[in-house]
């Protein structure tokens, strides 16, 4: 394909405060695009088929990780060559064809004894590409990262949600709500792949050529592997409780997924638009910098709006999703809490990633998947909240675990942790809750009661991170290598 010019390369941005701003624009985007969609279906689309709706985008996920997703790590970490490339997009495909398929036959397969997928199985089955459009954009994505594009990374994300947004809600609006919640979803993979493989040189044509592939095919198969632990760790939970629980629990169950999921989006879109192209084509003796840089951004752009959520969670909750919504509030704080862990998390994992250390990654990534299914499992007979807390237990205990695994890069890392991360979102809550507490005292409007605990928590989270969101801006920019286009 032929599109952007390599030497356009420094215009697109090669500075980690240029890769933070565009990473934030996507990842708030990314964020905006499935949250928001949510509560419009919630509106419109009985918690029962959202619940069902919910559980198979969770299989459909896992199925995807069972395709050679690491290939995208295996392909950034070096200059790959252009017969490589072309192998991945082969094996890409097939993969992809093939996981569509298993997606319509476990569909068709499940709806013989879940009797609330049956009605659903027809409108479900039409998620089945989502496989095939998304595993095939991690080749051009690569490249794309490895050149640290930033933008046009983050303006394909933003314009392929924002689009996707529209169709979803037409179709919701205009032929049946369901329909519109699949739409949106197939929607936003179909776009983004058509817009990157598109407009860009760094999209390979497809070839079947496995043995090309060999010299990656070990951190390849290490990052596909962590992957799939990571998706397991992500969607599994949602695919066991819906053998505990009916299908409207397992909908309010996922309210809370919603806010735990808008905060590992916003980990994968940092991750992939800004982490991993900085550690993989940055200095290794500026890692250290880079993670205290990271963490402070993640801190204001999502730890802080999170800890003014956990201050003001029933209210919102009934004020956005509807009174019916409400008994969802505390387990939406508790998994909120590890989906902040998780966040934080990722800037860790995608160290690991790019730096030969998929091995670890791996442990560490099954470890926290089989923790969590365990911790599922065990308190599923005492309601969502046992569930949500203890869930949100692991996350913490696996984030100090991932920091501890850098602590090479980055010494001293429980304790940068805290200082970074953990003590100003805490001082963010308590504030933004004794802000709220205060304001109800007086009987005020409830939005002024969140407006005003919004702006305390801003304010004193925002001074607690603000040494090293200086620091991001006044850095220096990192060299960064440029692919060779593919055709």
Avoid at 215 to 228: D, I, K, N, T
Wanted: net charge positive; with cysteine; proline share 5%.
């Amino acid at each position: 394909m032929i599109a952007e010019q390599s030497g356009s390369s420094a215009a697109e941005g090669s500075s980690l405060f240029a890769g933070a701003v565009w990473a934030t624009l996507n990842a708030g985007l990314s964020v905006a695009f499935p949250l928001l969609l949510f509560v419009f279906f919630a509106r419109v689309v009985p918690p029962a088929q959202l619940g069902v709706a919910a559980a198979a985008l969770a299989a459909l996920e896992l199925i995807k990780a069972l395709g050679p997703q690491g290939l995208y790590e295996a392909l950034l970490q070096g200059e790959a060559r252009l017969e490589e490339q072309q192998a991945a997009t082969g094996l890409l495909l097939a993969a992809g064809a093939a996981g569509a398929a298993s997606f319509v036959i476990l569909t068709f397969a499940a709806s013989g004894v879940w009797s609330e997928l049956r009605g659903m199985r027809g409108a479900v089955a039409l998620l089945a590409p989502k496989v095939l459009f998304d595993l095939l954009l991690l080749q051009p994505q690569a490249a794309l990262a490895r050149r640290a594009a930033f933008r046009p990374l983050a303006a394909r994300v933003m314009l392929a949600n924002l689009l996707a947004a529209v169709v979803g809600v037409g179709v919701a609006l205009g032929v049946k709500p369901l329909w519109g919640l699949i739409g949106a979803y197939l929607a936003q993979s179909v776009f983004l792949f058509l817009f990157t493989a598109a407009w860009s040189r760094a999209f390979a044509r497809p070839v079947w050529a496995p043995a090309a592939l060999r010299p990656m095919a070990r951190q390849a198969g290490l990052a596909s592997a962590v992957r799939l632990a990571g998706a397991a760790n992500n969607y599994l939970d949602q695919v066991l409780l819906a053998l505990f629980v009916p299908a409207a629990g397992l909908a309010r169950f996922n309210l809370g997924k919603r806010i735990e999921a808008t905060l590992v989006t916003a980990q994968a879109a940092f991750s992939g638009v800004l982490f991993q192209p900085a550690f993989a084509a940055g200095d290794p003796q500026q890692r250290a910098q880079v993670i205290r840089r990271g963490r402070a951004l993640l801190t204001a752009a999502c730890g802080l709006p999170t800890a003014i959520f956990a201050a003001n969670a029933e209210p919102l909750i009934t004020l956005v999703f509807g009174a019916r919504w409400a008994p969802a509030a505390v387990p939406a704080v508790l998994l909120a809490v590890g989906g902040l862990a998780r966040l934080h998390g990722g800037v860790h994992g995608a160290l690991l990633s790019v730096s030969g250390r998929n091995g670890g990654l791996l442990t560490y990534a099954v470890a926290s998947a089989v923790a969590g299914a365990a911790a599922l499992i065990v308190t599923a007979p005492f309601g969502l909240t046992a569930i949500a807390a203890a869930l949100a237990a692991k996350n913490l205990i696996a984030l100090a675990a991932v920091a501890v695994m850098t602590r090479a890069d980055a010494p001293r890392p429980i304790l940068t942790l805290m200082r970074d991360a953990v003590v100003p979102t805490l001082a963010a809550w308590l504030s933004a809750l004794a802000a709220a507490q205060a304001m109800r005292l007086t009987g005020v409007d409830p939005l002024a009661v969140v407006a005003v605990s919004a702006a305390v928590g801003l304010a004193v989270g925002l001074w607690s991170v603000r040494g090293g969101l200086v620091e991001l801006v006044r850095e220096r920019r990192l060299p960064v290598g440029e692919p060779a286009p593919c055709r």
